[in-house]
């Protein structure tokens, strides 16, 4: 029934007139081409903040002081991190809900169209604000993304910027999770129940109310720093009866789900790749939405567990400590529910389907170092050392990062019409994937002897680890360049994809054409 | 010639890769790395360390036992191998299985956890206590509740051109224990129970010692406590590092603590923070330089670090010349140039200029008490407690004479004695 639906695409075929260039790309309300603005946005920064880490990475490879100073290094780690977090991933992931959600439910276009264009159009301006506060006195915030107060109190003006343009990213994050769950909630295809729904629209609108509950939050943080800051108030100043640790406190619980905003999204991508490839439904479904769901709930109090070499109450550290270790619960079910999907399936082994996998096994590799950073007696060492990185490296490049790229190649097709070239998509995976280890895997060993992080300079014993990071960063960062030929080319020409591209997959995204017309799901389809 | 310059290029990088391999492959060769925590000294960090060790097994296994499935079912159940693909979907059973099971094996983690958890948050009944204080970027340490004063600060102690790799000139290369050293080091007890009470004068900071399984975070307004109480037999130098971002010189704090045996620290003790007459220690080589006795003939770096109680005791009835004060400045205000650049032109926006600056060419006094109070909201800190007046005198007339400013100026002790009340 579904294929009705297509074939009255094809009837429409004026509808598929694009407007011209300036007012496609800069004025644009359809759902498809601000996904697009959106997924090169975010494929942007990931070279902005990328090469920042390089950065980082040049300066650590020897000890002493080679390139950079130490103020200038703690603003290269600041902004490598807003960068990532609020540039790549975040708007990444809107880019796929943009346009994936509408094509997987069934809807024309976002329920608020004119609004999306603008939750895009801020974040331009937003990271322009951002970055220019290279130029001004003192550079850059150098605080750590965290802007822990008193230290940001001390800051220069591009504290204040970066505080302007977290408001600007904080409102359109905010407006794009509103569409995402208007559109989710009102516009499916008729027969779509809720329970029906594709896993990446499930974890998305999950996400969304994440970002709904937490962005302002944050909002509140950075607004209560800027009145520390220029107008006299003390929230943070112990010297006018503040306090150091709220801060924290505010700042993580919104930091813990925004991790999840990061990396639900991309276990939706996963529940789609793997199924594909292994020519056999997801497993579990249900028990897959309620996880989510649950590690949802579990987000919003854990948040203590980033700090807890504060000095909190005995208490406060067994709570925190139980509460963490139990989100690894539905995030095993996912895992689980992943490989028992392969198992018995007929697999091929495609770009994404590598990417899938990729990200199922190093993803795991870093939730268990997560499980062991729960366990508060341990994580007291493990605090604030290159553990904590290696771990979030894990879970956030070969957790979310990998499965957009692995997402990228999954729909390709979809969106540009042509096959990308195969070996060299495998060739990205196997590049990105042992340089990423090459960078990371040591510096688990550098945390637990004791390397803290955001370290200029490091003693000597470190030398040897910090090497192989540095060197596998470097491979690391120009295999890259792969993933954007590989775009390019697969964007001007290449073998014409046919409208299923797969060997039979699930979903609704599949019935219309490739390249998906400019307007598709003008009469909704109709769900079995 | 085109061809040449690719030539020439490619030798430049393959010159580069042949660097930065056998950088890397003689530095492994000759390699002293850690795959894990350094050895734990005291029953916490043993406790902790067997904590990380059991949790990381049971991931291990899990880990494998999740994966050997994963790539059986790779290797197996493949398409070119003409597998068929089976269609189940769900099964109630093994999905609360994996759910049940998880959970057991969490009770099992979070068992040993907390009574370790609770051992170390356990501070009552210790022996000693001593306050501990972060500043940007050095600590401060005070021996509280014994018969007399001991507190003094304590600084890297690294050479700045061992940590200077810019200019190969003049570079050093790294000793053995770079940014591991300090000037002065906290001397403690084996075999008592040691209480630390930790806070910090301007942003947060972590104390942590690795070998003694303990880190706090140092965050002003808030005094919290940890406690260790190192093994009987463990005596030596161990070396810690901050580990919460405090701002520039956050790489360069370093923590060294020299455990003692309990004889020897209370011979310490009573020499008033010295080894001089403690027999065993005396005749041992010197590990670090445990001064902290003031001698009118100790070194101008040990002058810079002398706490302001010791230090205010002295006479200041010496009439000094304006050279006397240059020279003396010069060393004192070495502390200064972490943040005012080593050309006193400072950072612009953040840290601001000494040279030129209207404070250092302006009105004496707001020089004075800038020194003396400091800047709230900036890293400028009050010196006021740090430093005698002696040496802030020294460092006001250095500063209003160097770096280019010609003030002519010269600050006597007796001038930053009258700001004190």
């Given at each position: 029934?579904?294929?009705?639906?297509?074939?009255?695409?094809h009837?429409?075929?004026?509808?598929d007139?694009k407007?011209?260039f300036f007012?496609?790309?800069?004025?644009?309300?359809n759902?498809?081409?601000i996904?697009t603005?959106?997924?090169?946005?975010s494929?942007?920064m990931?070279?902005?903040?990328?090469a920042?880490?390089?950065?980082?990475?040049?300066?650590?490879?020897q000890p002493?002081?080679q390139f950079?100073d130490?103020?200038?290094?703690?603003?290269?780690?600041t902004?490598?991190?807003?960068?990532?977090?609020?540039?790549?991933?975040m708007?990444?992931?809107?880019?796929?809900?943009n346009w994936?959600?509408?094509?997987?439910?069934?809807?024309?276009d976002?329920?608020?169209?004119r609004?999306n264009?603008?939750s895009?159009?801020?974040?331009?301006?937003a990271?322009?604000?951002?970055?220019?506060?290279?130029f001004v006195?003192?550079?850059?915030?150098?605080?750590?993304?965290?802007l822990?107060?008193p230290?940001?109190?001390?800051?220069?003006m591009?504290?204040?910027?970066?505080?302007?343009?977290?408001?600007m990213m904080?409102?359109?994050s905010?407006?794009?999770?509103?569409?995402?769950?208007?559109t989710?909630?009102?516009?499916?295809?008729?027969?779509?129940?809720?329970?029906?729904?594709?896993?990446?629209v499930?974890t998305?609108l999950?996400?969304?109310?994440l970002l709904?509950a937490?962005?302002?939050v944050?909002?509140g943080?950075?607004?209560?720093?800027?009145?520390d800051?220029?107008?006299g108030?003390?929230?943070?100043?112990?010297?006018?009866?503040?306090?150091?640790v709220?801060?924290q406190?505010?700042?993580?619980?919104?930091?813990?789900?925004?991790?999840?905003?990061?990396?639900?999204?991309?276990?939706?991508?996963?529940s789609?790749?793997i199924?594909?490839?292994?020519?056999?439904p997801?497993?579990?479904y249900s028990?897959?939405?309620f996880a989510?769901a649950a590690?949802?709930?579990?987000s919003f109090?854990?948040?203590?567990?980033?700090?807890f070499?504060?000095?909190?109450?005995?208490?406060?550290e067994?709570f925190?400590?139980?509460?963490t270790m139990l989100?690894?619960?539905?995030?095993?079910v996912?895992?689980?529910?992943w490989?028992?999907?392969?198992w018995?399936?007929?697999?091929?082994?495609e770009?994404?389907?590598l990417?899938?996998?990729?990200v199922?096994?190093?993803?795991t590799?870093?939730?268990?170092?997560?499980l062991?950073l729960?366990?508060?007696?341990?994580d007291?060492?493990?605090h604030?050392t290159?553990f904590?990185?290696?771990?979030?490296h894990?879970?956030?490049f070969s957790?979310?990062?990998?499965?957009?790229?692995g997402?990228a190649?999954?729909?390709?097709?979809?969106w540009?019409?042509h096959?990308?070239?195969?070996?060299?998509?495998?060739?990205?995976?196997w590049?990105?994937?042992?340089?990423?280890?090459?960078?990371f895997?040591?510096q688990?060993?550098?945390?637990?002897?004791?390397?803290?992080?955001?370290?200029?300079d490091?003693?000597?014993?470190?030398?040897?680890?910090?090497?192989w990071?540095?060197?596998?960063?470097?491979g690391?960062?120009?295999?890259?360049l792969?993933?954007?030929?590989?775009?390019?080319a697969t964007v001007?020409?290449g073998?014409?994809?046919t409208?299923?591209v797969?060997?039979n997959p699930?979903?609704?995204?599949w019935?219309?054409?490739s390249?998906?017309p400019?307007?598709?799901?003008?009469?909704?389809?109709?769900?079995? | 010639?085109?061809?040449?310059?690719?030539?020439?290029?490619?030798a430049?990088?393959?010159?580069?890769?042949?660097?930065l391999?056998?950088?890397?492959?003689?530095?492994?060769?000759?390699?002293?790395?850690r795959l894990n925590f350094?050895?734990p000294?005291?029953?916490v960090?043993r406790d902790?360390?067997?904590?990380?060790?059991l949790?990381?097994w049971?991931c291990v296994?899990i880990?494998v036992?999740?994966?050997?499935?994963?790539?059986?079912?790779i290797f197996?159940?493949r398409k070119?191998?003409?597998?068929?693909p089976?269609q189940?979907?769900?099964?109630?059973?093994?999905?609360i299985?994996?759910t049940?099971?998880p959970?057991?094996?969490l009770v099992?983690?979070?068992?040993p956890?907390?009574?370790v958890?609770?051992?170390?948050?356990?501070t009552?009944?210790?022996?000693?206590?001593?306050?501990?204080?972060?500043y940007?970027?050095?600590?401060?340490?005070d021996?509280?509740?014994?018969?007399?004063?001991?507190?003094?600060?304590a600084?890297l102690a690294?050479?700045?051109?061992?940590?200077?790799?810019f200019?190969?000139?003049?570079?050093?290369?790294?000793?053995e224990?770079?940014?591991?050293e300090?000037?002065?080091?906290?001397v403690v007890?084996s075999?008592r129970?040691?209480?630390?009470?930790?806070?910090?004068?301007?942003v947060?900071h972590a104390w942590?010692i690795p070998?003694?399984?303990t880190?706090?975070?140092?965050?002003?307004?808030?005094i919290?406590?940890?406690?260790f109480?190192?093994?009987v037999g463990k005596e030596?130098?161990y070396?810690?590092?901050?580990?919460e971002?405090?701002?520039?010189?956050?790489?360069?704090?370093?923590?060294v603590?020299?455990?003692?045996?309990?004889?020897?620290?209370?011979?310490w003790?009573?020499?008033?923070g010295?080894?001089?007459?403690?027999?065993?220690?005396?005749?041992?080589?010197?590990l670090?330089?445990p001064?902290?006795?003031?001698?009118a003939?100790?070194?101008s770096v040990i002058?810079?670090?002398?706490?302001?109680?010791?230090?205010?005791?002295?006479?200041?009835?010496?009439t000094?010349t304006?050279?006397?004060?240059?020279?003396?400045?010069?060393?004192?205000?070495?502390?200064?140039?972490?943040?005012?650049?080593?050309?006193?032109k400072?950072?612009?926006?953040?840290?601001?200029?000494?040279?030129?600056?209207?404070?250092?060419t302006g009105?004496?006094?707001?020089?004075?008490k800038?020194?003396?109070?400091?800047k709230?909201?900036?890293?400028m800190?009050?010196f006021?407690?740090q430093l005698?007046?002696?040496q802030?005198?020294?460092?006001?007339t250095?500063?209003?004479n160097s770096f280019?400013?010609?003030?002519?100026?010269?600050v006597?002790?007796?001038d930053?004695?009258?700001k004190r009340n």
């Amino acid at each position: 029934m579904s294929h009705a639906a297509t074939a009255g695409d094809h009837g429409h075929d004026d509808h598929d007139h694009k407007p011209p260039f300036f007012q496609r790309w800069f004025m644009s309300t359809n759902h498809k081409d601000i996904g697009t603005l959106y997924l090169i946005f975010s494929l942007t920064m990931l070279f902005v903040g990328g090469a920042m880490a390089l950065v980082i990475r040049a300066e650590l490879f020897q000890p002493g002081l080679q390139f950079i100073d130490p103020h200038f290094f703690n603003q290269m780690t600041t902004m490598h991190a807003l960068i990532m977090v609020f540039g790549a991933v975040m708007p990444g992931f809107v880019g796929f809900a943009n346009w994936m959600v509408p094509l997987m439910i069934g809807a024309p276009d976002m329920a608020l169209p004119r609004m999306n264009n603008w939750s895009f159009w801020i974040l331009p301006f937003a990271f322009t604000i951002l970055l220019s506060s290279f130029f001004v006195p003192g550079g850059a915030p150098a605080s750590g993304w965290t802007l822990y107060a008193p230290l940001t109190i001390q800051g220069g003006m591009s504290v204040d910027m970066a505080i302007v343009a977290i408001h600007m990213m904080g409102i359109s994050s905010i407006m794009g999770a509103i569409n995402v769950i208007v559109t989710v909630l009102n516009m499916r295809a008729p027969g779509m129940t809720l329970m029906k729904m594709p896993m990446f629209v499930w974890t998305w609108l999950i996400t969304a109310f994440l970002l709904i509950a937490v962005m302002p939050v944050f909002a509140g943080a950075v607004t209560m720093l800027l009145t520390d800051r220029h107008f006299g108030t003390a929230f943070f100043n112990p010297a006018g009866g503040g306090d150091p640790v709220l801060y924290q406190h505010i700042f993580w619980f919104f930091g813990h789900p925004e991790v999840y905003i990061m990396i639900l999204p991309a276990f939706g991508i996963i529940s789609h790749i793997i199924p594909t490839f292994a020519r056999k439904p997801l497993f579990g479904y249900s028990s897959m939405v309620f996880a989510t769901a649950a590690i949802a709930f579990l987000s919003f109090i854990v948040w203590a567990h980033h700090m807890f070499t504060v000095g909190m109450p005995l208490q406060g550290e067994l709570f925190f400590m139980y509460a963490t270790m139990l989100i690894s619960v539905p995030t095993g079910v996912k895992v689980f529910n992943w490989v028992t999907t392969m198992w018995r399936g007929s697999m091929t082994f495609e770009t994404p389907m590598l990417y899938a996998i990729g990200v199922v096994f190093l993803f795991t590799l870093g939730g268990l170092s997560g499980l062991m950073l729960a366990i508060t007696p341990a994580d007291f060492q493990y605090h604030d050392t290159y553990f904590v990185v290696a771990h979030f490296h894990y879970v956030l490049f070969s957790g979310a990062v990998m499965a957009m790229m692995g997402g990228a190649f999954f729909w390709l097709p979809k969106w540009t019409g042509h096959m990308y070239n195969e070996t060299l998509g495998k060739i990205h995976f196997w590049l990105t994937a042992i340089f990423f280890n090459i960078t990371f895997f040591p510096q688990h060993f550098l945390g637990l002897a004791g390397m803290p992080r955001r370290y200029a300079d490091y003693p000597v014993q470190f030398t040897e680890f910090n090497q192989w990071s540095s060197f596998g960063a470097f491979g690391l960062g120009i295999s890259q360049l792969l993933f954007v030929y590989i775009i390019v080319a697969t964007v001007r020409g290449g073998k014409k994809a046919t409208a299923e591209v797969w060997d039979n997959p699930e979903g609704l995204e599949w019935t219309v054409p490739s390249p998906a017309p400019f307007h598709t799901f003008d009469e909704p389809p109709v769900i079995r | 010639m085109v061809l040449s310059q690719h030539i020439k290029s490619f030798a430049k990088i393959s010159a580069f890769g042949t660097f930065l391999m056998t950088t890397l492959f003689s530095g492994l060769a000759q390699a002293e790395y850690r795959l894990n925590f350094q050895d734990p000294v005291t029953e916490v960090a043993r406790d902790i360390f067997g904590l990380h060790m059991l949790i990381f097994w049971i991931c291990v296994a899990i880990f494998v036992a999740v994966f050997s499935v994963m790539f059986y079912s790779i290797f197996a159940h493949r398409k070119s191998k003409n597998y068929e693909p089976a269609q189940f979907s769900h099964s109630t059973t093994v999905e609360i299985v994996w759910t049940i099971v998880p959970f057991i094996i969490l009770v099992i983690m979070a068992i040993p956890a907390t009574k370790v958890l609770i051992k170390m948050e356990d501070t009552t009944k210790s022996e000693l206590t001593i306050k501990i204080t972060g500043y940007q970027w050095k600590w401060g340490y005070d021996y509280l509740g014994l018969d007399q004063d001991i507190s003094f600060y304590a600084t890297l102690a690294t050479p700045r051109n061992q940590i200077d790799q810019f200019d190969k000139e003049n570079a050093e290369p790294q000793g053995e224990n770079y940014l591991l050293e300090t000037d002065n080091v906290l001397v403690v007890p084996s075999g008592r129970k040691i209480r630390a009470l930790i806070t910090a004068n301007d942003v947060i900071h972590a104390w942590w010692i690795p070998a003694f399984g303990t880190k706090k975070d140092a965050i002003p307004g808030y005094i919290n406590e940890l406690w260790f109480n190192v093994d009987v037999g463990k005596e030596g130098i161990y070396r810690g590092q901050c580990a919460e971002l405090c701002g520039k010189d956050h790489a360069f704090m370093p923590i060294v603590v020299q455990v003692v045996t309990g004889a020897e620290f209370d011979g310490w003790v009573a020499a008033g923070g010295s080894f001089d007459g403690v027999e065993s220690i005396a005749q041992e080589p010197p590990l670090e330089t445990p001064e902290v006795k003031v001698d009118a003939a100790t070194s101008s770096v040990i002058d810079a670090i002398v706490p302001a109680a010791q230090a205010s005791d002295q006479p200041s009835s010496k009439t000094w010349t304006k050279e006397e004060l240059m020279t003396k400045g010069e060393s004192v205000g070495a502390n200064c140039l972490a943040c005012h650049g080593s050309d006193g032109k400072g950072i612009p926006g953040v840290f601001p200029a000494i040279a030129g600056s209207a404070i250092a060419t302006g009105p004496i006094d707001d020089h004075i008490k800038i020194v003396m109070f400091g800047k709230p909201g900036t890293a400028m800190a009050a010196f006021a407690g740090q430093l005698n007046d002696e040496q802030i005198a020294a460092v006001v007339t250095y500063q209003r004479n160097s770096f280019g400013n010609e003030t002519g100026d010269v600050v006597l002790p007796a001038d930053v004695k009258a700001k004190r009340n």
